[in-house]
């Protein structure tokens, strides 16, 4: 069926095992398991069905996505990343390489975006 919500010209960029993301107009739309969404939901909230804006995120020209993770990268250049954290895959360890005493630590989930 087809997704209600979305501007027109969304582009679909896929997704993975937790979900899909879609770029429209600068605007990042994800659903799917919502603790790996950006969208602050933990553990255990039902799945987001229809799409919803990730907010909190500067206008967006790319977005990537990881078997439990999402990159994007604003028109600033920054890149943002949410999602699973295990193998470090969201570069949040160290969170301070200045003072890397949690560079050693499992990696928590980034349940919004987080800018690296």
């Known amino acids: 069926r087809p ?9 679909w960029l896929g997704g993975s095992l937790h ?7 600068g605007r990042v739309y994800t659903w799917g398991i919502a603790e790996l969404c950006g969208h602050g939901q933990g553990e ?3 799945p ?11 206008r967006v020209r790319f977005v990537r996505c990881g ?12 890149v943002f990343v949410w999602g699973c954290g295990l193998n470090y895959r969201l570069g949040n360890r160290p969170q301070d390489v ?10 928590e989930d980034e349940l919004r975006p987080y800018r690296i």
């Open 44 to 46: 255990g909230a039902a």
């Open 19 to 25: 979900g899909s993301v879609a770029l429209a107009d």
């Open 98 to 107: 200045s003072s890397p005493e949690d560079a050693e630590e499992e990696p």
């Open 67 to 78: 078997g439990h993770h999402t990159l994007a990268c604003t028109e600033d250049g920054d």
């Open 3 to 11: 997704l209600a919500k979305l501007p027109v010209g969304t582009e």
């Open 48 to 58: 987001i069905a229809e799409p919803r804006a990730v907010e909190g995120l500067p």
